[in-house]
């Protein structure tokens, strides 16, 4: 596949919640309610003005009654996220009950005061009615998301909004997500193996099979299907130049077919998929190749697949995706930037010192759209192992190798921990245009303050190789997102003059 010239388009989001959202006022008995309704229309407009689609309740919520009134007014809107907004200092009873009883996430917010003039007759005393809101919030243990700046004017407060629809549809999609894995792990990477039950507490439904079952599933797939044809076309007109192995494509298009069709006959009581699939050692011998390309595809399409059987995995590729609607993939934080290749300017290493610099590297499963070439290639350290090296490969056939792109990226990963609970770490900063001169597909990762980050946060957190990626900064989305999942335990990196918990400053 040739050199991208210019940034690929980002695509339609597949496998994802479309979110509704309503605004819904609130009014203090004691304020007049035309106060907050004609706030809610300026902040209606605003919000419209920056792209968004609000439903805008008619009900304004004074009380009880009112509360359940609004309730049943956006869920027949078909709304699935909200943002209550005290238009005055607002009841916070009857607004807690309704996020108590809304079924998907609510934000709140409330109005600053516009002018001078307005003070005398029309001040609305919202700022601090967003403590007594809070507080009931927390009598009702409700984690409702309030944005670092609450209050504000129309304008403020709905690129605030903007963003809490981001954080919506990574939390609804989490919601409604299932996660189908084929294989126990592989020996000896005990990191892929986690307790599932942090993923039940979060609603995330878990279906585990044999490789054997997978194997079964594309034994069932008639190498003639025409669904099978056509990715197979899809799959030499994407790789370009890059198809190395033509012969390969049918067996790889087979695969893609099957995992398809079991996602789609499994679903059950979930809308939305991810996978977290053995692939390897007994991967190759029984099917003929590495599945590494397929997966690249199928996060491509929405439908993360981890290496490895790493179910936090996939989950964690699942949100990144959710959270910027580009593609997300999953690398190993592998090795060490040699000097010779480390650039000598600040300003070439994104602001990063050299120490901060790591290769993010797996066999090639990144999408093609994220990357800078890349080529259908075969698996080198697998073909150490399993075939003759004096040989031509073939069952290790089916990377996608080549230069990760340069791009803002963000490193993070949520982690099921040995005790049950959850830990994440979010790390933002630049993948650099720099020829990794190695195998596989990889790029150079530029983080200022990794180098501590990855000894107090990675390492003293007991996080295991496996971090996802995505190809964009939303650092700020994950951690309202994986905030609002209930996971307390986010380590992010320091700048120098802070020091870790257990950093040793002598």
């Keep these: 596949m040739s050199e991208k010239k210019k940034s690929a388009p980002r695509p339609k989001l597949k496998n994802a919640p479309k979110v509704k959202l309503a605004l819904v006022g609130v009014s203090r008995d004691c304020f007049s309610e035309d106060l907050?309704?004609?706030?809610?229309?300026?902040?209606?407009?605003?919000?419209?003005?920056?792209?968004?689609?609000?439903?805008?309740?008619?009900?304004?919520?004074?009380?009880?009654?009112?509360?359940?009134?609004?309730?049943?007014?956006?869920?027949?809107?078909?709304?699935?996220?909200?943002?209550?907004?005290?238009?005055?200092?607002?009841?916070?009873?009857?607004?807690?009950?309704?996020?108590?009883?809304?079924?998907?996430?609510?934000?709140?917010?409330?109005?600053?005061?516009?002018?001078?003039?307005?003070?005398?007759?029309?001040?609305?005393?919202?700022?601090?009615?967003?403590?007594?809101?809070?507080?009931?919030?927390?009598?009702?243990?409700?984690?409702?998301?309030?944005?670092?700046?609450?209050?504000?004017l129309p304008d403020q407060l709905a690129a605030e909004i903007t963003h809490f629809e981001t954080v919506a549809r990574v939390l609804l999609g989490v919601w409604d997500l299932k996660v189908f894995s084929f294989g126990p792990r592989p020996q000896d990477f005990y990191a892929c193996n986690a307790p599932i039950k942090p993923l039940y507490d979060l609603g995330v439904e878990v279906m585990e099979n044999s490789e054997l079952d997978l194997l079964t599933l594309l034994n069932e797939v008639d190498p003639k299907d025409s669904a099978v044809r056509r990715v197979e076309k899809a799959m030499a007109a994407e790789l370009g130049e890059g198809n190395t192995y033509p012969d390969l494509l049918p067996k790889l298009a087979r695969y893609e077919v099957t995992l398809k069709r079991f996602a789609a006959a499994n679903l059950g009581s979930r809308q939305y998929a991810v996978f977290a699939n053995k692939c390897w050692p007994a991967f190759e011998p029984n099917f003929g190749f590495v599945p590494c390309y397929i997966n690249s595809r199928m996060s491509a399409q929405g439908i993360p697949i981890s290496c490895e059987v790493d179910i936090y995995g996939a989950f964690s590729e699942y949100l990144g995706y959710l959270a910027t609607g580009l593609p997300a993939t999953l690398l190993d934080l592998n090795n060490t930037v040699p000097p010779d290749m480390t650039p000598k300017s600040a300003k070439a290493?994104?602001?990063?010192?050299?120490?901060?610099?790591?290769?993010?590297?797996?066999?090639?499963?990144?999408?093609?759209?994220?990357?800078?070439?890349?080529?259908?290639?075969?698996?080198?350290?697998?073909?150490?192992?399993?075939?003759?090296?004096?040989?031509?490969?073939?069952?290790?056939?089916?990377?996608?190798?080549?230069?990760?792109?340069?791009?803002?990226?963000?490193?993070?990963?949520?982690?099921?921990?040995?005790?049950?609970?959850?830990?994440?770490?979010?790390?933002?900063?630049?993948?650099?245009?720099?020829?990794?001169?190695?195998?596989?597909?990889?790029?150079?990762?530029?983080?200022?303050?990794?180098?501590?980050?990855?000894?107090?946060?990675?390492?003293?957190?007991?996080?295991?190789?496996?971090?996802?990626?995505?190809?964009?900064?939303?650092?700020?989305?994950?951690?309202?997102?994986?905030?609002?999942?209930?996971?307390?335990?986010?380590?992010?990196?320091?700048?120098?003059?802070?020091?870790?918990?257990?950093?040793?400053?002598?």
């Design 36 to 152: 907050t309704r004609n706030r809610l229309k300026l902040l209606a407009r605003a919000h419209r003005d920056a792209g968004g689609r609000p439903y805008t309740c008619k009900t304004i919520i004074s009380n009880e009654t009112e509360a359940m009134t609004a309730l049943g007014e956006v869920l027949e809107a078909g709304c699935n996220a909200a943002v209550i907004y005290l238009g005055n200092f607002g009841p916070e009873g009857p607004l807690a009950i309704f996020a108590e009883e809304f079924p998907g996430p609510v934000m709140a917010c409330a109005a600053a005061e516009e002018t001078t003039a307005s003070l005398a007759n029309d001040r609305g005393d919202a700022f601090c009615g967003m403590l007594n809101a809070s507080y009931n919030f927390n009598l009702r243990s409700l984690n409702v998301y309030i944005p670092e700046a609450p209050v504000g």
């Design 349 to 506: 290493r994104a602001g990063a010192a050299p120490e901060d610099l790591f290769m993010g590297f797996h066999c090639g499963n990144t999408p093609s759209s994220c990357m800078k070439n890349c080529a259908l290639n075969y698996q080198v350290i697998m073909h150490r192992l399993m075939e003759d090296p004096d040989l031509p490969p073939n069952i290790t056939r089916g990377t996608l190798e080549g230069q990760i792109a340069a791009s803002p990226t963000t490193v993070y990963r949520v982690q099921g921990t040995a005790d049950g609970d959850l830990a994440a770490y979010i790390s933002q900063g630049q993948i650099l245009d720099i020829d990794p001169c190695t195998f596989g597909g990889l790029g150079v990762f530029a983080i200022p303050d990794f180098a501590r980050f990855y000894r107090h946060v990675l390492i003293e957190g007991a996080f295991p190789h496996h971090a996802a990626v995505a190809f964009d900064h939303a650092g700020k989305v994950l951690f309202d997102a994986i905030k609002l999942l209930g996971v307390d335990n986010i380590g992010t990196p320091l700048p120098a003059a802070v020091p870790y918990r257990t950093e040793n400053r002598f």
